[in-house]
C-alpha cells in the first residue's frame, strides 16, 4: 500500500492532511470522506485493493488525523468540512470523481453533490442516509470527545472495544488492534492518544445531544440522477431499516447493499464488500 502525503490549506488558514493513492490518469477519482472521529486510515484496506484500478484520495478532516486542529470549535461543522474538500478538489486538479462517505462523510457527499451535480460521477453512502436514527445519534455523543485517557496499547485495544463491540460483534482481539493502530497514536509520553480533537463533538451538543439533524430529504432527492451506491450495516443504530428502503423508493437507480453482522459503520474490508464497490464503479466507467 503505497500513498503520496498531500499537504494543502484551508481558505481560513487551517493546514490540512489527505493520502493521495495511485495515478491522476486513473478512469475514476474515489474521494474518500470519514465518519465524525475517525481519519484516512479507514480506508487503508479499501485503497489497497483498489490501488493500481483507480485513484483514491482519503482525507483527514480539520480536527482529525494528520490535520490541524480548529481553535474555533464552531468550525466543526460538515459546511465548513465540505467547503475545504472544494479547495483539496481545486489543489490536485480533481476530474472524474466519485464520492464515497462514511457516516458524516455521506452527509457531505449529499451535500457536495447536490450543491455541484456536474462535477461527480457517483456516490458510495456508507451506512447513513437523510434521517440519522436517534439512538445512534445519542450513542456517539455519549462517547466522542468523552473517552478517558489511556496509558498503554492494551488499554486503547480495552477501549475501543468497550465503545465499538456491539458493531462489530464477531472481531478478535488481533482486529481491536489494528482498528486502535488506525485511530490512535503516541503522544509525546509515548501513550496512545486518539487522533482526533476531542471538540468535533461539540457543535451537535449545542444543538442538544438527542437533537435528529435537520431534514436531508432533498439533498438525497438531488443525488436522483446519479449512481448511488447504499451500504447499511445489518446492526446499524444509525441508519434503520425503514429509511435504508425508503431511500430505495425515492431513488429507483440506487444500488442497495446490506453488510451482514456488523454495525455502524462496516470498515469496507468486510467479505463482498470491495466486490460490490468495484462493480459499482466498474458500471461508471463503462459508461
Not at 461543522?77 to 479547495?87: C, I, K, L
Not at 460483534?169 to 509515548?190: F, K, L, N
Not at 439533498?219 to 449512481?227: M, Q, T
Request: aromatic share 8%; charged share 20%.
Amino acid at each position: 500500500m503505497t500513498y503520496r502525503d498531500v499537504w494543502h490549506q484551508s481558505d481560513d488558514g487551517l493546514k490540512l492532511y489527505a493520502r493521495d493513492y495511485g495515478s491522476a490518469a486513473a478512469p475514476l477519482t474515489l474521494l474518500c470522506m470519514h465518519g465524525l472521529s475517525r481519519n484516512s486510515a479507514d480506508f487503508g484496506d479499501l485503497a489497497t485493493a483498489l490501488q493500481g484500478e483507480y485513484r483514491i484520495v482519503a482525507v483527514d478532516q480539520r480536527g482529525r488525523g494528520r490535520s490541524a486542529w480548529d481553535a474555533d470549535s464552531a468550525n466543526y461543522t460538515p459546511v465548513r468540512y465540505v467547503a475545504d474538500m472544494s479547495a483539496l478538489i481545486e489543489r490536485l486538479a480533481l476530474e472524474r470523481l466519485v464520492l464515497v462517505g462514511t457516516s458524516m462523510g455521506g452527509i457531505m457527499a449529499m451535500m457536495m453533490a447536490a450543491a455541484q451535480p456536474g462535477l461527480f460521477r457517483g456516490v458510495v453512502l456508507n451506512d447513513i442516509g437523510p434521517v440519522v436514527s436517534g439512538q445512534g445519534l445519542a450513542r456517539i455523543m455519549g462517547t466522542v470527545g468523552k473517552a478517558p485517557p489511556v496509558r498503554t496499547w492494551d488499554e486503547a485495544i480495552d477501549q475501543a472495544k468497550a465503545f465499538n463491540g456491539l458493531a462489530f460483534p464477531h472481531y478478535r482481539r488481533e482486529d481491536w488492534a489494528r482498528w486502535v493502530r488506525r485511530t490512535y497514536a503516541e503522544d509525546a509520553a509515548g501513550e496512545p492518544r486518539l487522533l482526533y480533537d476531542p471538540a468535533i463533538a461539540e457543535p451537535m451538543r449545542a444543538s442538544g445531544s438527542n437533537a435528529a439533524p435537520p431534514d436531508a430529504w432533498p439533498l438525497f432527492e438531488a443525488l436522483r440522477d446519479l449512481p448511488v451506491l447504499a451500504l447499511r450495516g445489518a446492526l446499524s443504530d444509525i441508519l434503520d431499516e425503514a429509511c435504508f428502503a425508503e431511500m430505495q423508493r425515492r431513488h429507483p437507480q440506487l444500488t442497495p447493499v446490506t453488510v451482514p453482522e456488523v454495525g455502524h459503520a462496516p470498515m469496507l474490508d468486510e467479505p463482498g464488500v470491495v466486490d460490490h464497490i468495484r462493480a459499482f464503479l466498474g458500471q461508471i466507467h463503462i459508461a
